[in-house]
């Protein structure tokens, strides 16, 4: 398949997470943060491993669960968190900080090479995602902005990790795996901390299998395909796509307003994308040339 099918594959993924948000609010049950996290990864998860058939051998289990909880349980806990203390545009701005995340954890994890272009993608793209998303009055919640970082550092762990632990299957799997992981972890604090689920609408159900199926396994399954072949710095800038698409969504579905600051904010967005893969691409050449396995 060649290169630039991948690489629009990859950015598929975090593109279609920007509609979480609209399937979350307009769709599902309302303040069950947990118990949504929780139906979006087990049940995608199960059917994977139904579909594969494929479950780890006895030394991987450890690092499966840490994974799915880096890149699942944790992430998505932090990141409801973070959207029911902050306003959207804070918490978007603030979790955008995960590619710089990225690069330094894969200068240390994975002994790759920062360069100037990759820092500077990834701090365009902060600035795009302030002005697509930040409003002019913005309240700091400190538990919020703390739940917003630590979900921004615990999927750039995730994104790192997932490139250095490659078990030798496929990158279905290895997504079936980690997605079972993270919701079998997230289950016992929905059952303890929250109310039953109340009767599911038509509507809900659909919410349901969309961020299951589409938002969750196949999304994923493209995520750490893509984090496979390229690796962590290449694909981390794509996730700038996220905002992006929900700001569009909004416009688009919800009637909400697009300024001339957000379209100004959507430019250095996808500018930021371009480059991010320009530094990526770079970085590993050179990381090649040097005999560094990335």
């Given at each position: 398949m060649p290169q630039r099918t991948d690489l629009f594959l990859t950015a598929l993924a975090p593109a279609i997470w920007g509609s979480s948000y609209i399937v979350t609010t307009q769709m599902l049950p309302q303040d069950?943060?947990?118990?949504?996290?929780?139906l979006r990864a087990l049940p995608a998860g199960l059917i994977l491993l139904a579909w594969t058939r494929v479950f780890p051998p006895m030394g991987w289990?450890?690092?499966?669960?840490?994974?799915?909880?880096?890149?699942f349980s944790i992430f998505w806990a932090m990141l409801f968190v973070a959207a029911y203390r902050l306003p959207g545009g804070l918490a978007a701005t603030l979790g955008a900080v995960q590619p710089l995340l990225v690069l330094l954890l894969a200068r240390f994890a994975l002994g790759r090479e920062m360069?100037?272009?990759?820092?500077?993608a990834a701090l365009a793209g902060l600035v795009g995602v302030a002005l697509l998303?930040?409003?002019?009055?913005?309240?700091?919640?400190?538990?919020?902005?703390?739940?917003?970082?630590?979900?921004?550092?615990?999927?750039?762990?995730?994104?790192?990790?997932?490139?250095?632990?490659?078990?030798?299957?496929?990158?279905?799997?290895?997504?079936?795996?980690?997605?079972?992981?993270?919701?079998?972890?997230?289950?016992?604090?929905s059952l303890l901390?929250?109310?039953a689920l109340p009767r599911l609408t038509a509507t809900n159900i659909a919410g349901f299998a969309w961020l299951g199926l589409i938002g969750a396994a196949l999304t994923y399954f493209l995520w750490f395909r893509g984090i496979a072949k390229f690796g962590p710095a290449t694909v981390t800038a794509f996730g700038f796509l996220s905002p992006l698409t929900a700001v569009l969504l909004g416009w688009a579905l919800l009637g909400q307003v697009m300024t001339p600051v957000q379209g100004i904010g959507a430019a250095i967005v996808l500018a930021s994308v371009w480059m991010g893969q320009r530094a990526g691409r770079s970085a590993t050449e050179i990381s090649h040339k040097s005999g560094i396995i990335v």
């Open positions: 069950m943060p947990l118990t949504v996290a929780m289990y450890g690092r499966v669960f840490i994974l799915g909880a880096l890149n360069n100037a272009l990759g820092i500077a998303v930040l409003g002019p009055n913005v309240a700091a919640d400190p538990v919020g902005i703390l739940a917003a970082l630590a979900g921004a550092a615990s999927m750039a762990a995730g994104t790192v990790l997932t490139r250095k632990w490659q078990p030798p299957v496929s990158a279905l799997s290895f997504t079936a795996w980690q997605l079972a992981a993270g919701g079998l972890l997230l289950l016992p604090f901390l929250e109310p």
